[in-house]
């Protein structure tokens, strides 16, 4: 199942706020489908996922195999990395029309192993 030796290119401390793509189609066709009453905001809404580092998700995967080795050698993309945000506010989201976050890292991890496998 997949690589168990992978390289990093950013340090293993580096928060960045992700989304699983399961969450990002439902929110997109949720937003399609809430009443337009509730779609306050027309130009564009934030959605909020997960933050984790890479030593987070590595320790994740090592819970489904164990044998996994993450290295890091930082480049270019650190620097990109530092100047996002460590997490998105989607409160207009989940105020207007519901929006609600399903994948947790645990439950995203096994979902992903579980369909690359």
Same mark, same amino acid.
């Given at each position: $199942?997949?690589?168990?030796?992978?390289?990093?290119?950013?340090?293993? *401390?580096?928060?960045?706020?992700? $989304?699983?793509?399961? %969450? &990002?189609? *439902? #929110?997109?066709?949720?937003?399609?489908? &809430?009443?337009?009453?509730?779609?306050?905001?027309?130009?564009?809404?934030?959605?909020?996922?997960?933050?984790?580092?890479?030593? =987070?998700? &590595?320790?994740?995967?090592?819970?489904?195999?164990?044998?996994?080795?993450?290295?890091?050698?930082? =480049?270019? *993309?650190?620097?990109?990395?530092?100047?996002?945000?460590?997490?998105?506010? %989607?409160? #207009?989201?989940?105020?207007?029309?519901?929006?609600?976050?399903?994948? =947790?890292?645990?439950?995203?991890?096994?979902?992903?192993?579980?369909?690359?496998?």
């Amino acid at each position: $199942m997949g690589r168990t030796n992978v390289s990093c290119s950013i340090v293993a *401390r580096t928060y960045l706020p992700m $989304m699983y793509m399961e %969450d &990002a189609i *439902r #929110a997109t066709i949720e937003l399609m489908e &809430a009443p337009e009453g509730n779609v306050k905001i027309k130009s564009s809404y934030n959605l909020g996922g997960i933050s984790f580092a890479p030593e =987070d998700i &590595a320790s994740e995967i090592k819970k489904y195999l164990p044998n996994f080795k993450i290295s890091y050698a930082p =480049d270019f *993309r650190q620097k990109i990395a530092e100047s996002w945000p460590g997490s998105i506010d %989607d409160s #207009a989201a989940q105020e207007d029309w519901g929006w609600k976050l399903e994948y =947790d890292m645990a439950k995203m991890t096994e979902d992903m192993l579980k369909n690359l496998g």
